[in-house]
């Protein structure tokens, strides 16, 4: 298995308040992603990283930011949690362009499943 | 931009039973597609991918897909199906250029019955 941990696992916060997930990896994988998943919705990208102190949105950031200082470490950050941020977070990997077969697939962690009050 | 639907939410099977899973994409470039199985309270694994080459793929437990351009389809199928793969299934599609921004379905729950 990809050496991919998620903390915390789980997480109960109140409205308002700001929460920090973080994703670490031993892997030295270039890409990092974090996922939201949402009954009805599958997974839904909300930032990716690729590479340190480089990250895009993607398709729901509003209202989430994140950082990346180190190649191993991938932050994401719900600056003010609302009750709609309620959901399971996943973290990915990705070795990213290359030749061996495995660049292309993503290794997600175990998640952490927020609750927002 | 790319998009995968899933129209199944849900699939009963009966053990031993065969089974397909549906998918279709959009995308108006080459495509990487891949599906992925999560089982309960656990984060999602890759099960098999294309990426080029042959349309037909295999997974190691048996499963199968077929890159269908035409109809822009990669259905996954098991000709027997048993307890274990019961879990959600989901299909992913990246594209042209960089392939590294993967959409996602939003899922098929496969239940299989004793």
């Known amino acids: 298995d990809a050496g991919i941990t998620q903390s915390p696992r789980h997480k109960v916060t109140e409205t308002g308040t700001p929460v920090t997930l973080r994703c670490h990896q031993t892997e030295n994988h270039r890409y990092m992603y974090w996922y939201r998943q949402d009954p009805g919705h599958g997974l839904r990208l909300i930032h990716y990283?690729?590479?340190?102190?480089?990250?895009d949105k993607g398709e729901v950031s509003d209202g989430y930011s994140v950082s990346r200082s180190k190649t191993e470490d991938f932050l994401l950050t719900l600056e003010s949690a609302t009750s709609s941020q309620t959901s399971v977070y996943f973290c990915?990997?990705?070795?990213?362009?290359?030749?061996?077969?495995?660049?292309?697939?993503?290794?997600f962690g175990p998640g952490t499943r927020l609750t927002v009050t | 931009a790319q998009s995968v639907t899933q129209l199944d939410s849900q699939v009963p099977v009966f053990e031993e039973a065969p089974v397909e899973l549906r998918c279709n994409y959009s995308?108006?470039?080459?495509?990487?597609l891949f599906w992925y199985v999560q089982y309960p309270n656990q984060g999602l694994q890759l099960l098999l991918k294309y990426l080029s080459g042959s349309t037909l793929v295999e997974s190691i437990n048996g499963f199968e897909a077929e890159f269908n351009k035409s109809q822009t389809s990669f259905h996954l199928r098991k000709p027997s199906v048993h307890i274990s793969d019961t879990a959600e299934y989901f299909c992913a599609v990246s594209d042209y250029p960089g392939y590294q921004k993967v959409t996602f379905g939003t899922g098929t729950k496969l239940q299989v019955i004793p």
């Open positions: 990283s690729y590479g340190v102190k480089d990250t």
């Open positions: 995308s108006s470039v080459s495509v990487y």
């Open positions: 990915a990997i990705s070795p990213g362009q290359g030749t061996t077969s495995g660049s292309y697939e993503q290794y």
